[in-house]
């Protein structure tokens, strides 16, 4: 892709889900050298790298499960596959199955899975809410990190939760809940196109408890999150230098989606990992 095409990419960005995701490996892979998670970073230890601090946070999630050894897993949401990846290295699931609604996404996780050993993970493009690839009864663990708030019908996810799990099977969402208030008119265009539905812990416990699912743990690690946000001037130092032009357009880029990110998540967002069984 030329310069100037890519900036243009970067640029759409917030005006659909679908250039998001695009922008967001793109920018991530340049970055980094490598296609990382697509989820938010959580701190652990002083002087991380971005991707050692996604890796936290999928550690953080895995932690709140029984262990996975010889079960298998169904992650929602997959994106780029990195994630399922590093649950099939480090935590040796009998298999997962992972799914996603952006087939671009499931481009690059077949891509980067092919001439490894990833035989035991299955993409697939699928939709939380109707998971029409998946059996009844069928899993083990269900995963879905950093994807729900996306989902219109989320009592529908909740639904296919219940289904697709066997009895006794544990689920593990981590999503980005809100604090109720009144928007204007440009933050619900926004919120429309950018298809955000962000709900307030009442209503996700709720909802929940309706679709016959436990709640064993509802954790807030917000402030962990933001502590590792803030790294993010260490870890724009150690870009590699391309091109000038590039190199600002990505710095710049990187710069406003991280202070947003930490600016909703003072004032108006929290990120929840919730767990719990059929």
Known sequence: MGIFK??????????STDNYYKSMNEALARMNNEYTM?????????????????????????????????KNILEIGCGNGVQARYILDNYSPESIIAVDLNSSNIEIAKQEAQGGTYKNIKFHVDDAQYLSTIESDSIDYLINIESAFHYPDKPSFFREIKRVLKPGGVYLIADILTTPRKRNFIGRYWKNRMNLNHWPQDIYEEELKKAELSIDRFADITPGVIKSFRNYRQWMREIEKRHVLEDTLLKLYYTIHVELNIHLLKKRRRYCVITGVK
């Open 6 to 15: 890519r900036i243009f990419s970067h640029v759409g960005s917030g005006m």
């Open 38 to 70: 697509l989820h938010y970073p959580y701190h652990v230890n002083e002087g991380e790298s971005f991707f050692d601090a996604q890796k936290n946070l999928t550690d953080y999630c895995m932690s709140h499960l029984p262990p996975v050894k010889g």
